[in-house]
């Protein structure tokens, strides 16, 4: 039974792989690949998530750190014109380090105050960030230039789409590690048993640290892409709301799979309301609805659901 399952989950991380890889050849619309690339840029914040869910810290300012991110490799890129290839690690060390001084102060709190506390943390960002004029203000930052090799340009979508699956590659390999040494092997006893973890001499607030200040690098890897995509950063992208709905990408992948649940949560979040044509409107309502199916029918995600299915076959 544990073959199986180990193969299972190799195959689908296989398929997901090669279809990421051969999407831009069955998708011409440049539209639907702007779409895919906010998506996976949105699923290396999720893979976070999920780190700082499997030590038991529930958050809501998962957006907040993909910002900071962002705000940095802005910043850099147009104030003081440095290059993306190194705004893109300062981002992400700059973004830690803010996670690493945050962290000593909300991980000491229990659960519930954690909560709380990524809840003003993510209200003061934004406000913050929108009352600063030398950040942009609410106006946001503008001219954020792109990527570039030389003489050549990440212009078109498809380059673009690529440049995000290397980033994300990058990520994935970063918590690979993480989940294969001492340090995942914690964080899945803290996961199971946070007293009994403690009994045994883990430490609950080091490894939780570990966890919340890697959620921050890569965040800040992903928002400095997000940036120099972009090209314009305003306060409100970062907002709570958007917290909410990357968390609910991890619901609705499977917060048991840390690479390709938040891969098709991020699709699904960000692809179901452009099929079906919502609005920003109506996007809160669509959002309420995904929560409810995913309570009643999908509470180990769609790709736990699949899992499940997979194994009665192989059974």
């Not at 992400?92 to 943390?121: D, H, K, Q």
């Amino acid at each position: 039974m544990g073959l199986s399952k180990n193969y299972q989950k190799r195959l689908i991380l296989v398929v997901v792989s090669i279809t990421l890889l051969l999407l831009p050849c069955f998708i011409r619309s440049q539209h639907w690949l702007h779409v895919l690339i906010l998506a996976v840029l949105e699923s290396i914040v999720v893979m976070g998530l999920i780190a700082q869910y499997k030590v038991k810290l529930v958050t809501f300012c998962s957006a907040t750190f993909w910002g900071i991110g962002a705000y940095i490799s802005g910043l850099l890129s147009t104030r003081c014109h440095f290059d993306f290839w190194l705004c893109l690690p300062l981002s992400a060390i700059g973004t830690a380090v803010i996670a690493l001084i945050l962290g000593l102060v909300v991980l000491r709190a229990g659960w519930v105050t954690f909560l709380m506390l990524s809840i003003v943390i993510a209200e003061v960002f934004v406000e913050a960030i929108g009352h600063l004029p030398p950040l942009g203000g609410w106006d946001g930052i503008t001219g954020v230039p792109y990527p570039a090799i030389g003489s050549f340009v990440f212009l078109s979508k498809t380059s673009y789409y690529y440049l995000t699956i290397g980033l994300f590659a990058v990520c994935v390999l970063i918590f690979y590690a993480f989940y294969r040494s001492p340090i995942g092997t914690a964080w899945l006893a803290i996961g199971q048993s946070s007293d009994l973890a403690a009994s045994i001499g883990v430490n609950l607030f080091r490894y939780r640290m570990a966890a919340y200040v890697a959620a921050g690098f890569t965040s800040g890897l992903s928002g400095s892409l997000y940036a120099h995509y972009s090209s314009y950063l305003v306060p409100n992208t970062f907002d709570i709301l958007r917290s909410l709905y990357m968390s609910i990408s991890g619901v609705i992948g499977g917060m048991n799979f840390v690479v390709v649940g938040p891969v098709v949560g991020s699709f699904v979040m960000k692809g179901l309301p452009e099929l079906l044509r919502i609005t920003d409107k109506y996007e809160p309502i669509f959002v309420g609805v995904m929560i409810i199916l995913c309570a009643l029918f999908f509470r180990k995600g769609v790709v736990g659901m699949f899992s499940e299915r997979m194994m009665r076959a192989l059974r």
